[in-house]
């Protein structure tokens, strides 16, 4: 084995260290600089809507299934229900049976996503009010865990939600039947585009974007930053080293770059 | 102690809850060692929000949780009804990230502290309710801490009103809230956590506010220390 693995088998930290004095990390990128992003559209038939997202080695598949349903009492609001999913196969910190606490907290990360940046407007979800609405199963697979797995979720879902297409249903008033006409369809009306940014603090100092799971092993503490447009969605520091104004201004400044850059890549790949 | 009942009228409670409240913080009691088995106990109240915290350890941890270089954190929140969710499942989430920063870890290795967290009454700002008061727990417990912690929220109105430590209503009609947690060494932010679209500016502001009520948090929690060690000399 050469030399260098050994080290950063045994030193992890000391190796990361040697990198970062020099501003550059392991993998050959800047501290603020994000692994090669790849998008993928319309990968799954079989769904309604669908997205690929690899972020370096981090790969998320999603897919989003529509089904008619009973609106609750206010009769107009569709629903979606989002949830990701860690299997064994992504990473040896998974195993098989129910769903792991981080698991469980990114539903919950992408329910709050949904909510917070409004992105689909849940009346838009109508079919006949009081009658029928559009519930949107929303199903994010992680494939490969290699860091920064909120990043990819959410460009995902995002990709996916812009890549939906409805069958129109219309509903006999008389009989009551419902007919779906699968041949003519409709997109999902999205205005917004909101998009997450993650850091990782290292060594209580130096603040490093889009996480590797090795990077995420080291980490003294974690920062999201969702951005839609020119404003903040979201900002989620669960703990760790406690951070001053100015590199919370930092990261921000970060996230708003991250996410006109990330707007711009679903744009292109739509308009294709 | 005898047990103690108010009796509060609904409509009282209701012109409580629709009064304009100014930028101060609603008012904080604690009850410390309220419970008698617990190493860390507290009944904290911040306005009407309610919430009841104990803590153990550190204590023997169970074996895949075990850590060979630090003490083990647990935290578990208990909702007033019904079982856990996964919304509590992310509040547990935040509060343990948060609690390890501030509780001195390595001094423990091998064991665990946990943190046990009961929902009693949320009227508005119950996520640093939580957090406030399971720093209280486990300052009555005398856990080794490198700094206390202290959460404030706000709300942010549709008119871009930003409201300190906002009721319940407040954060239902609110566009958006946030929750502030500093630490007490130099008011740095520990944990942000918010819900709902604001601006950078909004949240300057917030931040700014909060930053300033923290510290009254940090006085009360003297204060409340003060008058229990008082009573057992």
């Known amino acids: 084995m050469p030399l260098f693995k050994t080290f950063k088998i045994t030193q992890p930290k000391e190796y990361y260290e040697k990198f970062l004095e020099k501003d550059v990390r392991p993998d050959n990128r800047e501290l603020g600089e994000f692994r090669p992003t790849v998008l993928n559209i319309g990968c799954v038939t079989t769904a309604e809507g669908s997205s690929l997202v690899k972020l370096g080695n ?86 490969d865990f290699d860091g920064n797995v909120m990043d990819a979720c959410t460009l995902a879902l995002m990709a996916a939600l812009r890549n939906t297409l409805l069958p129109v249903v219309t509903v006999d008033e008389d009989s009551g039947e ?60 669960p703990g760790g080293t406690p951070l001053t104004d100015t590199q919370m201004k930092t990261c921000i400044d970060r996230a708003f770059l991250r996410g006109r850059e990330a707007e711009r890549l679903i744009e292109e790949l739509i308009d294709k | 102690m005898a047990a103690a009942f108010i009796v509060v009228r609904k409509e009282d409670l209701e012109a409580q809850q629709n009064a304009e409240s ?25 306005g009407d929000t309610t919430v009841l915290a104990v803590s153990y350890g550190p204590a023997e941890v169970r074996i895949n949780q075990e850590q060979y270089d630090k003490a083990t954190v647990e935290v578990v929140y208990k909702p007033k009804v019904g079982l856990p969710r996964p919304i509590d499942r992310k509040r547990e989430a935040i509060l343990k990230s948060t609690l390890e920063a501030a509780i001195v870890t390595s001094l423990h290795p091998r064991s665990s502290i946990s943190i046990i967290i009961q929902e009693t009454e949320d009227l508005g700002s119950n996520m640093a309710c939580c957090i406030n008061a399971a720093c209280l727990a486990l300052l009555d417990a005398a856990v080794h801490m490198a700094f206390m912690v202290a959460a404030v929220a706000v709300s942010v109105m549709e008119d871009g009103q930003i409201k300190l430590d906002p009721n319940k209503k ?37 931040i700014d506010l909060t930053r300033l009520a923290a510290e009254r948090v940090f006085q009360f929690y003297r204060d409340s220390l003060s008058k229990k060690l008082m009573q057992s000399i």
């Open chain 2, 22 to 46: 100014c930028q101060t913080l609603r008012c904080l009691t604690s009850e410390l060692g309220c419970l008698t088995r617990s190493d860390g106990s507290v009944s904290f109240s911040q």
């Open chain 2, 170 to 206: 407040e954060e239902l009609e609110g566009r958006a809230t946030l929750t502030f947690v500093f630490d007490s060494a130099d008011l740095k932010v520990v944990s942000v956590v918010t819900s709902g679209t604001f601006s950078q500016e909004e949240y300057k502001k917030s």
């Open chain 1, 58 to 143: 981090t790969s998320v598949i999603c897919g989003i299934k529509a089904e008619v349903a009973e609106p609750a009492s206010d009769g107009k609001k569709g629903y979606l229900v989002p949830n990701v999913e860690l299997p064994p196969l992504c990473s040896t910190n998974f195993k098989p049976g129910p769903p792991s606490e981080l698991a469980q907290v990114l539903s919950q990360n992408m329910v709050d996503f949904l909510t917070d940046s409004k992105c689909v407007r849940l009346e838009d979800l109508c079919i006949v009010p009081g009658k029928l609405v559009w519930s949107l199963y929303i199903d994010l697979v992680c494939l």
């Open chain 1, 178 to 237: 419902i007919t779906t006409d699968v041949s003519i369809h409709q997109k999902l009306s999205i205005s917004k585009c909101p998009v997450s940014t993650s850091f990782i603090i290292f060594d209580k100092k130096i603040l490093l974007v889009d996480p590797t799971s090795e990077e995420e092993d080291l980490a003294t503490g974690a920062l999201t930053i969702i951005t839609e447009g020119d404003n903040l969605c979201s900002i989620y520091k």
